[in-house]
């Protein structure tokens, strides 16, 4: 099984960009789905953005037009390019493999993906 390592966070203020990266320990050419959550204090942790294997993504509506989900496969890594930041924003960052049903157009953590990565923490001050 593939392990995922993000980077990338840090501190920036609002209006700024950073983007995430998801490195795989090996290659990433067979997972079919890919996706990015977070987790703000104090609350669930949330499907940020996705995309399967044939270009298909979703996005949060409150990310929509702000964050740009990719995957370079010859790098096996995952981006997420956010701009236009904002102080809601803040959470750790994690990324996943994912499952996706076309017909239903529904995203899912793969089944026994396992513990989740240790994340990284993007701050997005006022």
């Known amino acids: 099984q593939v392990q995922l390592v993000e980077s990338g966070g840090g501190l920036v203020q609002a209006g700024g960009s950073l983007r995430l990266s998801c490195v795989g320990s090996?290659?990433?050419?067979?997972?079919?789905?890919m996706g990015w959550y977070r987790q703000a204090p104090g609350k669930q942790r949330e499907l940020v953005a996705a995309?399967?294997?044939?270009?298909?993504?979703h996005y949060l509506d409150s990310v929509k037009g702000r964050f740009t989900i990719s995957r370079d496969n010859a790098k096996r890594t995952m981006y997420l390019q956010m701009n236009s930041l904002k102080p809601e924003d803040t959470a750790v960052y994690y990324c996943?493999?994912?499952?996706?049903?076309?017909?239903?157009?529904?995203?899912?953590?793969?089944?026994?993906?396992?513990?989740w990565g240790q994340g990284t923490q993007v701050t997005v001050s006022a």
């Open positions: 996943t493999t994912m499952t996706y049903s076309s017909g239903s157009n529904i995203y899912m953590r793969t089944p026994g993906a396992g513990s």
């Open positions: 090996g290659s990433i050419v067979s997972i079919r789905a």
């Open positions: 995309l399967a294997y044939g270009g298909q993504t």
